[in-house]
């Protein structure tokens, strides 16, 4: 798409200035809709927006007031909508971010090793003397937009959108995190193995791929999925073994052998047949894309059409 890339973010050190935090909590988060409102802690700025121009707001307040760290109490979902704003109001030094992992899945705080029940105040003293962990999130650009639309770090299209619907299900039925990941892959693969010739989890959806180094590719794919995450969800291996960097996992349609490859694609081998198969794992830094159904960012469903999905600069979390 040649469209010229803005400077990359310069991440906040402790060695940038005093320490201020700020907190955003998600009172519609799953956990957090289950008790009580936390205690304001002394000495940090509080929030909890209830849509999305209340956060815009809320944090265009935090860097007025020189918050240089920030909580986010909350799910994926939270942290997804947090990045994608701050750098509206965050020129040049982003914060560092600790994670109360408050969520449906919580696959980054997973990843990143963050207690399940770590609360705000754990998160306060990891910034002061905690560690910190580098992931870098996928960039979600449209046509001649000057900044991205969205940061994430699970992007799926296809039969994912369709898994992710069925995880929505298993929520209302009491099942989340890892239970309710294995339930939407048991779900998808049934529909694919059982439907009959013109099942369309079985025929892929139109997409057009363009990816450095590789030819163009225009025809119906199963599913796409991508991640910058270094460990999946139920430590499923869909990108072959773990590693830092944007990966993806592309199935052609009418995917062949499913239940042969499906223990490679969940524990990361790579046998010779898998990419005969229509089965196909690749690295990359960009990809442009276009797309005729919805996609899936960290758990929640967008609008397709054409896309550029890029590796953006790393953000640094904050662990224990």
């Known amino acids: 798409m040649g469209r010229p890339w803005p400077a990359p973010l310069r991440i906040a050190t402790p060695a940038d200035a005093e320490t201020r935090i700020g907190i955003i909590h998600n009172a519609r988060a799953r956990h957090n809709s289950l008790r009580a409102m936390p205690t304001a802690l002394e000495g940090c700025e509080h929030a909890t927006p209830k849509s999305f121009d209340e956060l815009d707001a809320a944090l265009a307040a935090f860097a007025a007031a020189g918050v240089n760290a920030l909580i986010i109490d909350g799910g994926d979902g939270t942290v997804r909508d947090v990045m994608s704003i701050a750098t509206r109001h965050y020129s040049g030094v982003f914060p560092r971010i600790a994670i109360v992992p408050s969520g449906k899945t919580n696959a980054l705080a997973l990843d990143l090793g963050i207690p399940k029940h770590w609360t705000a105040k754990d998160a306060v003293e990891a910034i002061r003397f905690g560690g910190i962990k580098e992931r870098a999130p996928i960039e979600v650009w449209r046509p001649n937009a000057a900044q991205p639309e969205m940061r994430g770090f699970i992007f799926g299209a296809g039969a994912f959108v369709r898994a992710t619907a069925l995880a929505q299900t298993t929520h209302r039925f009491g099942a989340f995190n890892g239970l309710a990941v294995a339930l939407s892959i048991a779900g998808a693969v049934a529909q694919t193995l059982f439907g009959g010739r013109d099942n369309s989890w079985k025929r892929g959806e139109p ?57 490679a694609l969940l524990g990361g081998g790579q046998p010779k047949w898998l990419g005969q198969a229509g089965y196909h794992r690749s690295d990359a830094e960009r990809i442009d894309l276009s797309l005729n159904g919805d996609f899936i960012l960290d758990g929640e469903t967008f609008e397709g059409g054409d896309l550029t999905l890029r590796q953006g600069v790393p953000m640094r979390f904050v662990v224990p």
Not at 208 to 227: E, H, W
């Open 207 to 263: 997409m057009q791929l363009a990816m450095a180094g590789a030819a163009p590719i225009d025809a119906a794919q199963y599913m796409l999925l991508g991640s910058t995450l270094v460990h999946m969800p139920l430590k499923v291996r869909p990108f072959g073994q773990p590693r830092s960097g944007f990966k993806m996992l592309r199935i052609e349609g009418s995917p062949r052998c499913i239940l042969s490859a499906l223990p």
